[in-house]
């Protein structure tokens, strides 16, 4: 009998455990209610919350090193490297760029046929549609969008497919979308 209710305590406190993930993560990571859904939803978020402080920590070390008020970009830093073996891809390459500036920092992965954009910046009003434009322009075809937001930071994920037209490197992307992040500051210089 004791056993029973043991394994039935055991249950209970699994299940609140599961509940209060589920209240912590955003309702667009769960896409089912299982437990497995569940726990691969808050692995994602985690994972974006990871990134979002190595990025904010990265930002706070270059503005420690240099401070120079301008915005203009770093040079880009294209960085071929082979993808992530937790995946079970251990012999695909991903090329990737990086394009950082004290404004942003933009890095895009080529995966497969598909390109990963993200973006990390602090949050300028319409930014999110200046990225989309130039996506758009380029041929470039959103898929999915994620937008994480801590304080006055924000991580802009796309999964974006490339278009048959399209003519742009993985670099001259994250060159772009670094730009239309350097046009915003440009122009509030000016006034």
Do not use: W
């Not at 990871?50 to 503005?63: A, M, N, P, T």
């Not at 420690?64 to 770093?74: A, I, V």
């Not at 695909?92 to 497969?112: F, Q, R």
């Not at 930014?127 to 994620?146: A, G, M, R």
């Amino acid at each position: 009998m004791s056993h029973i209710a043991v394994e039935r305590n055991r249950r209970r406190q699994m299940n609140d455990h599961l509940k209060i993930l589920r209240s912590l993560t955003p309702c667009f990571y769960i896409k089912r209610g299982d437990q497995a859904s569940i726990i691969g939803g808050v692995i994602e978020f985690i994972k974006e919350l990871h990134q979002v402080l190595q990025s904010l920590e990265s930002k706070k070390r270059r503005k420690s090193l240099s401070p120079s008020p301008g915005p203009s970009p770093r040079p880009l830093q294209p960085s071929p490297r082979p993808a992530d073996s937790s995946f079970g891809f251990e012999n695909v390459k991903e090329l990737a760029a990086c394009c950082n500036s004290p404004i942003a920092d933009v890095e895009a992965k080529i995966s497969g046929s598909n390109v990963i954009l993200r973006t990390v910046s602090q949050r300028i009003p319409g930014q999110i549609v200046k990225i989309i434009s130039v996506l758009e322009k380029h041929c470039f075809e959103v898929l999915h969008l994620n937008i994480s937001s801590m304080e006055d930071t924000v991580l802009y994920s796309f999964v974006v497919k490339i278009g048959l037209e399209c003519q742009l490197s993985v670099e001259e992307l994250a060159v772009e979308v670094q730009q239309s992040f350097c046009a915003k500051a440009v122009y509030a210089n000016e006034i």
